[in-house]
């Protein structure tokens, strides 16, 4: 019986060792990471999910010179909505109206009702999110962080693949969700330039 108790003993060691957060890539693997990057461009699907409604876009996501330009269009080709960030401030085009505002994801909020934390997309949609509790695999890919948007929601990403892009490896589908938001982002192309 006490054979019986070690060998479970070691077996619960042996999955607690499997189960430790892998440490965070060290200096030498994030030179290469997308942050040295200041152009980008994906392209997908996303998919908003709430208690009240489920709606899915395509979209084309740009970070162009620390400034982004969301546009969202119908499966159809129907432009949903169009965000830009501007030096200054924001603007989304919605119905052929132009609305601005100082804060990208509070004007997304406002006008589609939509909470998505715009303004540090470029971290967490490229997998750079740099928050305290993140946790990697075995190839230091990001696979889940917590973080506090500007407006104080506490988000969760999780990365389920990743693809390599110019040397780099980049997620192809996420999972974001707050309370009870989920939104769900396939990415099917990546595309960087350097200036």
Known sequence: MKQFHLILLMFLLFLGGCAQRITPPDEHTQQNRPESYNNWRATGKLAFISPEERQSANFNWQYREQKQTLTLNTFIGTQVLKLEERAQYSTLTLEDKTYTSEDSSELVYRLSGWQLPVSQAPQWLTGQIN??????NQKQQLIQATWQDKQGLRWQVAYQTYQR??????????????????????I???HFETL
């Open 131 to 136: 928050a305290p509790d993140n946790q990697y």
């Open 165 to 186: 892009v110019n040397g780099l490896e980049l997620p192809t589908r996420l999972t974001l969700t707050h309370n009870d938001i989920t939104i769900k982002i396939r």
């Open 188 to 190: 099917s192309n990546w």
